[in-house]
């Protein structure tokens, strides 16, 4: 499994063994930093002891990661333009992995030491589009080009449109709950049950929905946010050892056919449309008065040859290993760069809609051997996401549980916001979005508190929406200046 390390240098295995550990201890600190809103409700309202509520959810956010696929792994990849991706050997590849990763261990420890629910999917997409745009001033690239805006700005509507989705339907949910249930036992809160029943546990029924929904809010959290560290050992391994993971050896015939002949498409397709793009291609505009991108590597005009090249070498291939490592690593250049080509020709105004839906289908074609991960990788950030969740849980659960609202929570408030949690945040994964597990829940819970008139903490509250507003240019910041004296000082 770890045969790549043979024949590596000393300094080259070493930045390879620093990087995965950079990646764990993100993920590691993921697990205690989020996973705390997945068991916070269940904790408060007593329908599960602490020690055995961390333990199941560390096993069900381990599920989450092994079971949820690679789609958000690669949208959170995709964040950064494709010239970096594809000279991530590069020093200034090493550079934005480390740079990007420490930023965002960094900010996530100070959010949880002061017991602050910020979401760990914000600081990483901060801390990624602070090097982005680092490197475009770096290299004289247009700060436009420096980030795939486009996935930017889907990943910014998802992180913003998630939490009032779920401040919205938690509310209403347990407003459904009040007003035709309004004399149901899962309206009183854990002091109140037992002040009144003597009982120290939830209702069964209660207490059931409760557990699923809170093992149900691990799973999908493992899923999502396990996904990121995924694409960042990709990141790293395809960096440090290309000629090992540029392609995903374990392809089938049928993958490899399957891209070929998205090539050989994309060419028919250029070939049949030369008079409409020729002008395009030969000036660097896309038709509305924009440019362009000068510096970028995958030139447009060079598309044709690339196709060519890239048929030559796989013509034949009826499996990876046949060819040569370095040529590997070129396939796995050619491949991106057709892909960013092809997504480029899409934004052509005059381009039918027809054919745009087929180049996005071609695309996904393109990259289907390349965007993967080897089954130790999904394991290695599991684990590390697993046993990071049953630590240093107690900060955010108090928080959680008993300064959002002006009154501790009630059990119907605890079933709401999880429900809809995982509701949301298992959407999100469907559609290969990256959302903040802690901003669904904490604004879940602060829509129950408002629907059942109980108020908000104003100073908890607050903090909460300050860590959101300032995450973003807090570790676009750190790790835009990180990447900066990376380069500056190692590069």
């Known amino acids: 499994m770890f045969d790549f390390f043979s024949g590596l240098d000393f300094w080259v295995a070493t930045s390879l063994v620093l990087a995965f550990g950079f990646v764990l201890a993100f993920e590691f600190i993921n697990g205690f930093h989020d996973t705390a809103n997945a068991v916070a409700t269940v904790i408060y309202t007593k329908a599960m002891p602490p020690r055995q509520a961390v333990v199941l959810s560390g096993i069900f956010n381990f599920l989450g990661v092994l079971l949820g696929g690679v789609g958000v792994a690669y949208a959170i990849v995709h964040l950064l333009p494709v010239d970096l991706l594809i000279n991530v050997n590069t020093g200034h590849g090493l550079a934005m992995v480390f740079s990007l990763l420490a930023a965002a261990i960094l900010w996530n420890l100070g959010t949880w030491f002061f017991g602050i629910p910020a979401s760990s999917s914000h600081t990483l997409i901060g801390s990624i589009l602070g090097v982005g745009m680092a490197n475009a001033l770096i290299t004289g ?60 546990h939830p209702p069964f029924w209660n207490r059931l929905t409760l557990v699923l929904s809170a093992m149900g809010m691990s799973f999908v959290h493992g899923s999502n946010d396990g996904q990121k560290g995924i694409g960042l050992i990709m990141l790293v391994l395809i960096g440090i050892v290309p000629s090992q993971f540029a392609l995903d050896a374990g ?41 362009m991108p000068a510096k970028f590597k995958c030139e447009a005009t060079e598309t044709q040859k690339t196709i060519g090249d890239l048929l030559l070498v796989i013509n034949n291939v009826r499996d990876y290993h046949d060819l040569k490592p370095d040529t590997r690593a070129q396939v796995r250049r050619s491949l991106l760069c057709l892909d960013d080509t092809a997504k480029k020709i899409t934004k052509l105004p005059d381009l039918s809609s027809r054919d745009k839906a087929d180049l996005e289908k071609l695309r996904k074609d393109l990259t289907a051997t390349t965007e993967y991960a080897p089954f130790w990788v999904i394991v290695a950030v599991a684990l590390a996401l ?106």
């Not at 309004?182 to 002040?195: D, G, Y």
Request: proline share 3%; aromatic share 10%.
């Open 141 to 200: 690239i247009p700060l436009s080009e420096g980030i795939n805006w486009k996935k930017a700005i889907e990943i910014g509507f998802s992180l913003v449109l998630s939490p009032l989705f779920g401040f919205l339907l938690a509310g209403l949910l347990l407003y459904v709950f009040l007003r035709f249930l309004p004399l149901s036992k899962m309206h009183k809160t854990p002091e109140t049950r037992r002040a009144i029943d003597g009982k120290k």
């Open 251 to 291: 392809s089938t015939t049928y993958q490899i056919e399957r891209t070929r002949d998205a090539a050989i498409y994309l060419q028919h397709f250029y070939q049949a449309n030369e008079a409409k793009l020729a002008q395009q291609l030969r000036t660097g505009h896309n038709g509305n008065g924009s440019e």
């Open 386 to 491: 697993g046993i990071g969740t049953m630590v240093g849980w107690k900060r955010v659960v108090e928080t959680v549980g008993e300064k959002i609202g002006r009154q501790g929570m009630t059990y119907a408030q605890g079933m709401s916001a999880q429900i809809i949690a995982v509701l949301a945040i298992g959407a999100a994964n469907v559609f290969s979005l990256p959302v903040s597990t802690t901003h669904v829940l904490s604004s879940g819970v602060a829509g129950t508190m408002v629907a059942n008139r109980s108020g908000l903490q104003g100073s908890t509250v607050r903090n909460i929406v300050i860590a959101w507003v300032l995450t973003l240019p807090a570790t676009i910041a750190l790790a835009a200046g990180l990447f900066w004296l990376a380069t500056k000082f190692f590069v």
